[in-house]
């Protein structure tokens, strides 16, 4: 199941031309969260986020930019550094994956082995209708997730 997942992944990696490992659905990346020991999925979105829209159970939580300005965390690298092994499958996700495409370049940057972006995120895309969490992500996929 892993080696197909992460072919999958690196497939779609090849033919989107990023500069990381791979790109998973949220579906994949909760499949090797489960079945990977080493694997780490790293929850980039705001602490508002986390706080009023919903936290995935396990997964290591580091603000790429803070609420409300968006401004840039400029101790994501430390942070990543004091939690996350270098050696481990890292797995990013963000609302609808955007900044965790941004995390992962910068992991690959800083010399993690294993890096992955979470396509769709955690609410998806927005609708017709603008609204999130119907078309993609975390949560439509019926994946494990909490509410403060």
């Not at 995935?56 to 994501?76: C, D, H, K, T």
């Not at 609410?123 to 509410?147: K, S, Y």
Request: glycine fraction near 10%; aromatic fraction near 8%.
């Amino acid at each position: 199941m892993i080696p197909e997942i992460l072919e999958r992944a690196r497939a779609r990696a090849r033919q989107m031309g990023l500069p990381y490992d791979g790109a998973l659905t949220p579906a994949e990346a909760y499949q090797l969260m489960t079945s990977d020991p080493q694997a780490r999925l790293v929850d980039v979105r705001t602490q508002a986020e986390l706080t009023f829209v919903g936290r995935i159970p396990g997964a290591v939580e580091i603000e790429w930019q803070s609420y409300p300005g968006m401004q840039l965390n400029p101790r994501f690298p430390q942070e990543l550094e004091r939690q996350v092994d270098k050696n481990a499958r890292v797995m990013f996700l963000c609302r609808s994956g955007g900044r965790s495409h941004q995390a992962a370049v910068l992991a690959k940057q800083l010399g993690y082995a294993q890096c992955y972006n979470v396509l769709e995120g955690f609410e998806g895309e927005r609708d017709p209708q603008g609204h999130r969490n119907t078309v993609g992500g975390w949560r439509v996929a019926g994946l494990p997730w909490v509410q403060s």
